[in-house]
Structures are given as structure tokens and as C-alpha cells.
């Protein structure tokens, strides 16, 4: 017994070792938040502050009108994952498991986009097709581009775990009447929960911090901004310098929601026994 | 086969659903026109949105104009480039470019092309300068401002280290001089200058190659030959090699950037510094200076001395957008016409916020009463240059070139000879490309005017 | 119904399945791909957008170096992922139960990947920052380094400075990613070893490496891929410095698409430099595929 304790001692004590290196730079970001801008260019080795400005988040929620983005980002962002849920786990289903004409094809030319990425340079076809399709101007034909753009990291993950979980089940289900899509639906959906919540983590992610395509999307509607789009916005609220304290405090609060979503997704990261179903 | 219809039916409904609330949130204005007007102006933020509430609950009523004053950050011409492309580009906007390079991207349009009642012609000043404000015999932009170049040092430093805080540096020589007292001895925790090359470009143009005419009469080209010259940047890019050799420039000078070096200075921690008129706003306001701040013309090599006027940056401050539909024609010209105002030009110079081009107004108006305004306003010694072409330039742009100069790369004199090389070829291409005209840039008989 | 029409059926449903994503790549990705590549020959002379042909590609290929260090830079700045896979799956293995103490573990060490790349570039000064490091001064302090270390001054400092922020910001999502492969392991398994006798290592090398081998390799080809078309933190953090040395392929792309400054974008060349970093990627994708075998798994 005592060998064991032991071992998960000296595992604890590597877990606070790598947590402590992983959170000293986000303590003097919390700390930083509250100094006051000059502060933070001249004194950014001293991690306490030498006064807690907490008017900083003060000025920070009212210049970006924190209440009003921040239903924005959570409207958009809800809306994006629903969508990218649904249409991810179905391509990835149909590819791990379907059969059909030109599937090869059309998978090689998925896994082509994963990599063909341009960067910055794509902004401007993506505007042109969202404007031909008269989306532009409204967070939704965000959400739209979003939804439909080929996400193969999520359609990837999706297949890969999808073919780790054994034929048979398929064949149980098939057995019993259900239908391609059905399977899907009613067997295969609840079995991949730790992928849904990834799938959710890994889009919440990307949404809620996405700059410069919500910045486009709502260039002629300001009042749709999202939270990130606004809270760049207030390194330009100072008057010829940043302001970098806004920004970070402003940074510090739209951070929340992810945190809140993270601890609330973690029980679907160790759902564990998934496996059992197949003796049932 | 009806789960699927349902599934579908959802996924392509949810974007319509969405389109019903981001469209809820339309609908303000009734029967006010919106005028968006996008600026980069953070400097007079304050004054500026004060006046435009003003302006909308008066005059603005009046006339059912409603103006939308947005303020942009650093990459502003990315976000008005990107606004046009999509259709939605503002009305009136700040041009972060030349005048070239924004007649050629379709952002702005000519001011004739409205019907302004000769109100361009009536100015009291020139208004129509070829290449800056004007393009191809139109003129596109009215001249508010000027930007002076100066050095701010800290008188305190200077006495703590025995320096006379009433003799700044004249010459460029005396800089390095005066670095190399203060940082030894200040025991390294203070030091001679602060030069912040990550602001790359910016550094090498406002801090370089703008501040290097009081020696030369002219910056990186020279009117008469009608070509590229870096030989002005020479003695200076010299002179912060050899900074760098004496060690006495604030460390860490390749990530420094110019809010940091700021900060710094206005700390107490810098000797000297270059700073643009628009830093008098910065170190009263912002980061406001601990330290009794000297300010002292840009110094000069020890060869040529203080012969030429140096340069005035001076170019045109609100342009009309490209996209504006003819129903709004009227309300924008209004909101321009406001914008160009001797009252609001008076405004912004009595707040200090800037240097008005336009005689009569500093003529009529109150001296602003500012730490360091008046010696950044004082430009008897300071005159604008004609312009430069601006070209595209293959591989290494020139702020590169003489920062691998600086890093020991190569020598100054090589930086000299790859930079005029690249930015002569690159004149070349476009003047057979027909992009240029090198009759709009040459003087044969240019004569920088000389010093008062 | 018959086998064929069941079959037939099954097809229909898993295309339309596809349909929603396939219908994107049409629109979205076609359009804007083909936009781009022909955007990489043409060159704007005066305001108009002129088709030259493989003009820039012949400058790329011959007469910019800079964009080679670029290259290079990218796959210098990916071996961090040497080091920050085989962290991710050990924080994974580590933190895979349902103890309290391990949600908390894991929220720090994923929170890294929410913070904007401003951010972490900001603190990331600070930390590296010349002139009162908090870096220097801990060195200094445990007797490594005896003077102050510009980490900006040099290519290679700024790389690692990249490539440190790189792995704080990314271990996190990766091992989460790690975690949800473990999901798919029973029990069972390690219950029955432990009751043969073998002890964790045992189980870790016998049980979950093989069984995640396939999920690894997703793991690992999204990590790859992501690392070199990265371009965020580089841009913020350095922004090339020194003098460009530190640039990668993507922010080569961004400078040259965006003008900073008053310099005047070059959006052809931008267009041709992405494309070519486009291909370098796929090219690594296909010869990473490959010699894994991932390509027979369709």
C-alpha cells in the first residue's frame, strides 16, 4: 500500500509543479489588470500592482458596452456551435460509416481544405460570396459561414472516434429497424459525448475569440459587435497610446464565460464506461 | 427519411431565425440621414465626441443629420480597406495612406464631385498640393494639420548626471556624447536614449527619415535628380550604431515599442528621446511626464549643421469616402463642411491637440497654454517638403535595410547603396509600369530653403 | 425491404448527411481558394488588378530570401510540438479521473487557450522584457545566466520565446483532445490487467498507448497542421523581430496582404506567397498520411 501512495504523491506534486508554471503568467495577467497603463509598460516586472485600480473594469464594461456584446458573442456562438454540432458528427458519421458515390473523393477534398488555408488573404472572396449571398451584414451570415465552411478538424475528430466504437452496435441497432440516420441519431449521438463536448470547447473557442470576421460582419452595425471585437476596440479607447489596462481587464471578464463552460463541459471528458453498452 | 427533412429543415432555418433578431436590431434612424465619419484621431477623442453630440442635438436636428463618430486603432487602413471591399465603407474617413495608393484602391473620390459652391476654391490657404492633397488635377483632401518633429530630453536626468539641462544635444554627436554620461552613470538602471525599433516603419520614417532635413534640405529623395537617395539616413543610422556599441540605449531596443518607450521616458528612466507634436497629447495626458520634460529641435550631424528649415508633415485630414449613395450626397457634404470648420480647426489648436496649417486661425484664436505645445507649434524653422513617390518596393523595405545596418549585418554604407538600389529599381518599374509620373516628383531646380 | 433498397437507402441518407458540409466546400471553399489562386498571378499597376502570369511566383522562387527564412522558421518553431504532445498526453493520462482536484488542474492549464494571442504577447514582453525581465531576473537569480538576455535581439531568442508561448497557449487544448481519445478505452481493460498483476506503467504502455494509436495520429496531424498555419501569437508577439528574422510563412503572408504602416500591400504577391505555403503544407499532410498508413484507414 505504502508504494502506491507514493507514486501518487510524487504524481501530485509534478501536477502542482506544471500547473504553478502554467498559471504564474495568467496571475500576473489578473494582477497586471488592475495596474494602471503607464504602470504596466514601465513596471511589468512587479507581479502586485502598486494600486488596485478597480476602475479599470469599471471603465472597461461601460466603454465596451460589455452587456450588450456580450449577449451578441453568446447569441453567435450559441447559434455556431448548434449548427456545427449537427452538421460535424453527421459528415463525420457518414464518412466512418456510410457508403456512397464519391466518398473517397469528397473526403480527400475535405481533408484538402484542413490545410489549403490562405490566412488573412481569404477574408476578402469569403466577403465577396457572403455579399453575393446577401449575408453580410448581419452576425447570422457569420454564423452561416461558419456553419458551412468546411470544418474538417471537427469532421475528423468526429470519424476518428466514430470508428473506434465497434461495427456491431451499428449492426444491433440496424437489426432492430432502425435506419441510417436514425442510428445516428438515437445510438451513436449519445455515445460520443466526450467528442460533442470537445467539438463545443474547441468551437466556443475559436467563436468567441474570432476578430476580424465578426469585425467585418458588423463594420456597418456596430451595436452587433461581438465581446472580442469590442474589447480589442478598447486598446483604441486610449488617446494616442493604448490603453492596455482596459484591454486587459476587458480581457479578464469575456474570458468568464469559457471558464463557466469549461467546468460545466469537464464531466463529459471522463464519461468512461460508454463501452459497456454493447453486453446490454 | 422525416428525421433528416426535420434536421435540414432546423439547420437552415436557424440562420433565418437569426436574421429576425440581428434584423430586430435595426431600424433606429427614422428620417435622419447617418453620416458615418471613421477617424484614427485618438488624440482629440475627448473634444471630438463632445462636439459631435453638440452638433447632433443642434444642427444636426435641424437638418436631420445624425453623425456616427467611430475611432479606429493601428491597423485603421486594413479596417476601411476591408469595409469597402464588403460595401460598407464610411462616408468620411481619416486617408492612413497616399494619395495614390487610395485613389488606386477606389476608397476616396474627389471633393469636385460634389457640388461644393467654390468652397474648396475660397480657402484662405493653398489647399490643392499636387500628390498629397490633390491627385491628377483633382483635389480629393483639405490640409488641417501639421506634424513637427522634435527631441524631448529629461532636464532632471541631465542634472543628475552633470549635464546642463539648459545645453540639450545640437548635433548628433553631442547625443552620443550625452548618452554615454548618463547611462554610465546611472549605474543601469537609466539610460541615454530610447529608440523603439519594433515600431519598424514608424520608427524609421518619424524618428528617421523625417527628422534628417534640418542637416540635408530633404529626406530619401532627391527632387533634383529625380531619384532615391538614403545618403541623409546615413550619419544617423551612425550614430545609432554607435549608441548601440556604447551600450547606452534603453535594452531591449529590438521589442521596444513606442508606448513602452514612452511610459518610460515620461517615468524618468530615458535621457532622450524623438517625440512627433502628437506626443504633447501623450506625455501631459497619458503618461504624464514625472520629470521636467526639455524639448529641443531634431540635432543635426556636426557636418552640415542646422542649414535647412526641417520638415513639415503636413497632409489632408478628412476625405470622402468612394461608396456614398446620392441620397446622402447632401447630408455628407454638410457633415464635411462642419468637419473643415475654422470653429472646430480653432478648437483642436486651442486644446493643443494640433498644429493648424491654416494661418488665420492661429492668427485669431488663444495660444494654448500646454507643457510643450508651443515649442512643437513653433514652425518658423520647420516647412513642408514636396512629396515623395511611394513604390513597391522587392524583398527588404528600407527600415529593414538600416535596422540590419544597426544589428551589424552590414555596413551603413551598404545599407545606403541596397536601399537606394531596391527603391530606384522599384521608381523604375513603375514609371515603365505608367503607374507614376516622374515629372509629378521631380524639381531640376530644387532649393531647400534655409534656416532662419 | 429488400437488401438493395436497404442499401440504397443508407446511401441516399449518409449523402445527405454530408450534403450540408459538401454544399460549403462548393461555395465557400471553391470560390475562395480559386479566388486566391488566381489573385497569386496578378499584380496591381496603378489601380488595376493586371494578370502577369508567374511573374511572382519566378520573384519568390529567386529573389526573396526572406520568405525561405520564413519557411524555415515555421518548421523550426513546430518542433515545439516534440515537447508539447508528450506533455498534453501525460496532463491527459494524469488528470483522466473524476477527482475534483483534477478538474481544477486541467481548467488552468487549458486556460492559456482562451486568452486573446494580445494578451499573451503583452505578458509575454513583460516576462522576456530586457530591461527588468521577469525572466532575467530569475535566471540571474538561480546563477544560469550572468547578464541580462535580450530574448528580442536574435532570431534564435525570439524563436524560443514563440515557441514557449506557443506550447502555454496550446498544451491545454491538445490535452484535452487527449482526454476525449482516452474516453474511448473501457475500463475493462485496465480493471482486468490490474487484476492480472500489471501496475500503471504496464497498463500505460500495454493498454493505452496502442489503443490511442489512431487517435494520436489525428491529434498529432491537427497539431502539425495548426502549428504551421499560425500566424496570430508570432505577429504580436515579435512581429519579426529582429529585423524579420523571426517571421514564419503565414505572418510573411500578412505583411505583405496588409499594409502596415504606409507601405502599399501587395495583395498578388501575398496571394502567391500563401499559395506556395499552402502547398508546402499539403505536401507535408500527404508524406505525414503516408507514412503513417492514416490513408488505407478510408
Not at chain 2, 456614398?324 to 483642436?348: F, H, R
Not at chain 3, 511566383?57 to 520568405?67: A, E, G, M
Request: glycine share 6%.
Amino acid at each position: 500500500m505504502k508504494k502506491i501512495n507514493l507514486q501518487k504523491v510524487i504524481i501530485f506534486i509534478f501536477l502542482i509543479m506544471v500547473t504553478s508554471v502554467f498559471l504564474f503568467p495568467l496571475l500576473i495577467t489578473f494582477f497586471a489588470s488592475f495596474k494602471s497603463n503607464m504602470e504596466i509598460l514601465t513596471r511589468g516586472a512587479q507581479v502586485i500592482p502598486e494600486r488596485f485600480n478597480y476602475e479599470n473594469y469599471i471603465k472597461a464594461w461601460n466603454i465596451a458596452n460589455f452587456r450588450r456584446y456580450t449577449l451578441n458573442s453568446l447569441y453567435v456562438t450559441a447559434l455556431t456551435i448548434a449548427g456545427i454540432l449537427v452538421v460535424s458528427t453527421m459528415s463525420g458519421y457518414a464518412f466512418a460509416r456510410g457508403k456512397f458515390l464519391g466518398k473517397k473523393i469528397i473526403f480527400s477534398l475535405f481533408i484538402a481544405t484542413m490545410f489549403l488555408s490562405w490566412g488573412p488573404i481569404m477574408i476578402y472572396p469569403q466577403i465577396q460570396v457572403a455579399r453575393f449571398l446577401s449575408i453580410n451584414n448581419s452576425l447570422s451570415g457569420y454564423v452561416i459561414l461558419r456553419v458551412f465552411t468546411v470544418n474538417m478538424t471537427m469532421i475528423f475528430l468526429a470519424k476518428s472516434y466514430i470508428d473506434s466504437i465497434p461495427k456491431s452496435i451499428d449492426e444491433a441497432a440496424f437489426m432492430d429497424g432502425c435506419s441510417f440516420f436514425r442510428i445516428y441519431w438515437n445510438i451513436i449521438l449519445p455515445l460520443v459525448k466526450p467528442i460533442l463536448a470537445t467539438i463545443c470547447l474547441l468551437t466556443f473557442g475559436e467563436t468567441w475569440n474570432d476578430y476580424l470576421l465578426p469585425l467585418v460582419f458588423t463594420m456597418s452595425k456596430p451595436e452587433l459587435k461581438t465581446l472580442t471585437v469590442a474589447v480589442v476596440g478598447l486598446k483604441t479607447s486610449g488617446q494616442v497610446a493604448s490603453s492596455w489596462n482596459l484591454m486587459l481587464s476587458g480581457s479578464m471578464m469575456s474570458i468568464v464565460p469559457m471558464v463557466i463552460l469549461y467546468f460545466s463541459m469537464s464531466k463529459y471528458f471522463i464519461s468512461g464506461l460508454t463501452k459497456g453498452a454493447i453486453k446490454e | 427519411m422525416k428525421k433528416i427533412m426535420c434536421i435540414t429543415l432546423i439547420v437552415f432555418l436557424l440562420p433565418v431565425l437569426g436574421i429576425f433578431a440581428g434584423g430586430s436590431q435595426e431600424g433606429q434612424s427614422d428620417d435622419k440621414t447617418v453620416v458615418n465619419v471613421w477617424t484614427r484621431n485618438r488624440h482629440d477623442k475627448d473634444l471630438m465626441v463632445r462636439q459631435v453630440e453638440k452638433f447632433n442635438q443642434n444642427e444636426g436636428k435641424e437638418k436631420g443629420i445624425e453623425i456616427d463618430y467611430q475611432i479606429y486603432g493601428d491597423d485603421f487602413i486594413d479596417i476601411y480597406t476591408i469595409a469597402f471591399e464588403s460595401g460598407n465603407g464610411p462616408d468620411i474617413m481619416n486617408l492612413e495612406e497616399s494619395i495614390s495608393a487610395g485613389v488606386n484602391k477606389g476608397v476616396i473620390q474627389p471633393l469636385t464631385s460634389f457640388d461644393n459652391e467654390g468652397w474648396v476654391e475660397n480657402f484662405p490657404f493653398d489647399v490643392d498640393i499636387n500628390n498629397v492633397t490633390a491627385y491628377q488635377g483633382e483635389v480629393y483632401s483639405i490640409p488641417q494639420f501639421a506634424f513637427t518633429m522634435r527631441m524631448v530630453y529629461n532636464k532632471d536626468l541631465f542634472e543628475a548626471v552633470g549635464l546642463d539641462p539648459e545645453k540639450p544635444p545640437r548635433t548628433y554627436e553631442d547625443i552620443v556624447e550625452y548618452a554615454k554620461v548618463i547611462t554610465d552613470k546611472s549605474g543601469g538602471k537609466k539610460f541615454g536614449v530610447a529608440l523603439p525599433f519594433k515600431w519598424g516603419e514608424g520608427f524609421w520614417t518619424w524618428a528617421g527619415t523625417y527628422t534628417v532635413g534640418g542637416g540635408f534640405g530633404r529626406r530619401e529623395f532627391d527632387y533634383a535628380e529625380g531619384k532615391f537617395d538614403f545618403s541623409p539616413l546615413k550619419p544617423y543610422t551612425e550614430m545609432i550604431v554607435q549608441l548601440k556599441k556604447d551600450k547606452s540605449l534603453f535594452p531591449g531596443a529590438e521589442g521596444l515599442d513606442n508606448d513602452t518607450a514612452r511610459a518610460q521616458f515620461a517615468e524618468g528612466n530615458v535621457g532622450m528621446m524623438f517625440a512627433v507634436s502628437w506626443d504633447v497629447a501623450v506625455f501631459n495626458d497619458q503618461f504624464p511626464v514625472k520629470i521636467d520634460m526639455g524639448i529641443t529641435e531634431v540635432p543635426v550631424p556636426e557636418e552640415t549643421g542646422f542649414k535647412y528649415k526641417s520638415e513639415l508633415v503636413s497632409q489632408g485630414e478628412w476625405w470622402l469616402g468612394s461608396d456614398i449613395p446620392d441620397e446622402k450626397k447632401k447630408a455628407v457634404w454638410e457633415v464635411y463642411k462642419w468637419l473643415n470648420s475654422d470653429g472646430i480647426v480653432t478648437m483642436k489648436y486651442e486644446a493643443a491637440k494640433n498644429i493648424p496649417v491654416n494661418p488665420t486661425i492661429a492668427k485669431n484664436a488663444k495660444a494654448p497654454d500646454v507643457m510643450g505645445f508651443a515649442e512643437f507649434s513653433d514652425v518658423t524653422n520647420n516647412k513642408v517638403y514636396p512629396v515623395v513617390p511611394s513604390v513597391r518596393v522587392e524583398g527588404d523595405t528600407f527600415d529593414v535595410i538600416f535596422y540590419n545596418a544597426v544589428a551589424g549585418e552590414y555596413s551603413v554604407d551598404e545599407a545606403v547603396e541596397r536601399a537606394n538600389k531596391a527603391y530606384n529599381a522599384a521608381l523604375e518599374q513603375a514609371i515603365n509600369e505608367g503607374a507614376l509620373e516622374i515629372s509629378d516628383y521631380r524639381i531640376q531646380d530644387y532649393k531647400p530653403t534655409l534656416a532662419e | 425491404m429488400s437488401a438493395i433498397q436497404q442499401y440504397k437507402k443508407h446511401n441516399r441518407q449518409a449523402f445527405l448527411m454530408v450534403l450540408p458540409s459538401f454544399a460549403g466546400l462548393l461555395i465557400f471553399s471553391f470560390y475562395t481558394i480559386g479566388y486566391v489562386i488566381v489573385l497569386s498571378f496578378t499584380k496591381k499597376i496603378g489601380g488595376e488588378t493586371v494578370f502577369v502570369g508567374i511573374e511572382n511566383y519566378i520573384r519568390l522562387f529567386s529573389r526573396d530570401p526572406n520568405y525561405w527564412t520564413a519557411v524555415v522558421n515555421t518548421f523550426i518553431i513546430s518542433a515545439k510540438l516534440l515537447v508539447e504532445l508528450p506533455v498534453a498526453l501525460i496532463l491527459a493520462v494524469l488528470l483522466n479521473s473524476k477527482m475534483k482536484s483534477a478538474n481544477v488542474f486541467r481548467v488552468v492549464i487549458f486556460m492559456p487557450y482562451i486568452l486573446s494571442p494580445v494578451i499573451i504577447a503583452l505578458i509575454f514582453s513583460f516576462l522576456f522584457a530586457s530591461y527588468e525581465g521577469i525572466v532575467n531576473n530569475i535566471l540571474m537569480m538561480l546563477n544560469i545566466s550572468e547578464s541580462q538576455i535580450n530574448w528580442f535581439g536574435t532570431r534564435w531568442h525570439s524563436l524560443s520565446v514563440i515557441m514557449i508561448a506557443s506550447v502555454w497557449q496550446c498544451v491545454g487544448i491538445n490535452m484535452v483532445f487527449f482526454l476525449t481519445a482516452l474516453q474511448s478505452i473501457p475500463n475493462e481493460l485496465y480493471e482486468s490487467a490490474a487484476i492480472d498483476g500489471a501496475n500503471s506503467q504496464q497498463q500505460f504502455f500495454r493498454i493505452t498507448l496502442p489503443i490511442l494509436k489512431t487517435m494520436t495520429r489525428v491529434i498529432t496531424l491537427l497539431a502539425i497542421i495548426g502549428t504551421l498555419k499560425s500566424a496570430d501569437l508570432a505577429l504580436v508577439l515579435t512581429n519579426g523581430a529582429p529585423g524579420g528574422k523571426s517571421e514564419n510563412m503565414m505572418t510573411f503572408v500578412f505583411k505583405y496582404f496588409f499594409s502596415q504602416g504606409a507601405r502599399i500591400p501587395q495583395m498578388g504577391y501575398a496571394a502567391t506567397a500563401g499559395s506556395v505555403s499552402a502547398l508546402i503544407i499539403g505536401v507535408i499532410t500527404v508524406v505525414y498520411l503516408v507514412t503513417t498508413k492514416e490513408g488505407n484507414e478510408l
